[in-house]
């Protein structure tokens, strides 16, 4: 018996408790430093009011933290069918799903919002490289890396297809550039910016990045493929 083989197993497992209870404190660290202007937008949100709510980017974060317990049982669910079906990885391909819709659809709203001149105002563009980034700001940069980050950090876990940083970053950008391009086709009172594509393509990278250590596993051995059945005896 091969005893390192053995210990593995334990010490894969402690991992990814300890990864787990650190994105959890850091998700709690985070609703606890915004926890006031969170807290604002909960009477409109608990009143099921549009307005005050999914309006506004309180509004959609606050909503984003209450989903979560449901993104996680959601999870749990798909995990425990694919292993009752005998799939290999199963909580790796169900946690990939549910991160990569729960993560990205908040960021993507918040992208879509209309401004005040949305419908009136003609769509606006900026096509010189880096100029856009000055006039962002600290959290600009920061919430324009996150937009597709969960997509680049589940998607090659996932997808085996998806498992290179060229593909990634082709994904990132085609991504980016679709939602630059409804902003202005929708006239949403937003500037279509070269910058928020580089940047947004960056966030995507450099989180695919993080969890190359999971997708390069998935693109070596498939995992959505169901275990074969032990042949009859005799």
């Not at 998607?155 to 593909?167: H, I």
């Amino acid at each position: 018996m091969n005893r390192d083989a053995s210990l593995s197993v334990p010490l894969r497992r402690t991992r990814r408790i300890v990864l787990l209870g650190l994105a959890i404190l850091g998700l709690a660290s985070a609703a606890f430093v915004g926890r006031g202007p969170l807290l604002m937008s909960a009477p409109m949100c608990v009143a099921g009011r549009w307005h005050g709510c999914f309006d506004t980017f309180n509004g959609v974060v606050l909503m984003t933290l209450v989903a979560l317990p449901l993104a996680a049982l959601v999870a749990w669910a798909l995990a425990r069918r694919r292993r009752a079906a005998g799939v290999i990885s199963a909580w790796r391909m169900s946690l990939a799903e549910v991160g990569m819709v729960h993560g990205t659809v908040p960021f993507l709203w918040l992208t879509m919002m209309p401004g005040a001149g949305a419908g009136t105002v003609p769509g606006r563009f900026s096509l010189v490289p880096l100029r856009d980034l000055v006039v962002m700001g600290p959290l600009g940069i920061v919430g324009n890396l996150l937009v597709f980050a969960s997509l680049g950090f589940f998607a090659p876990m996932r997808f085996a297809a998806l498992a290179s940083v060229p593909r990634i970053l082709a994904l990132g950008a085609g991504s980016s550039v679709l939602v630059e391009t409804a902003q202005y086709v929708l006239r949403l009172d937003r500037v279509s910016s070269v910058d928020d594509v580089l940047v947004n393509t960056a966030g995507a990278v450099l989180a695919g990045l993080a969890s190359r250590r999971w997708w390069r596993t998935t693109a070596q051995a498939p995992s959505d493929q169901p275990r074969p059945a032990p042949a009859p005896a005799g």
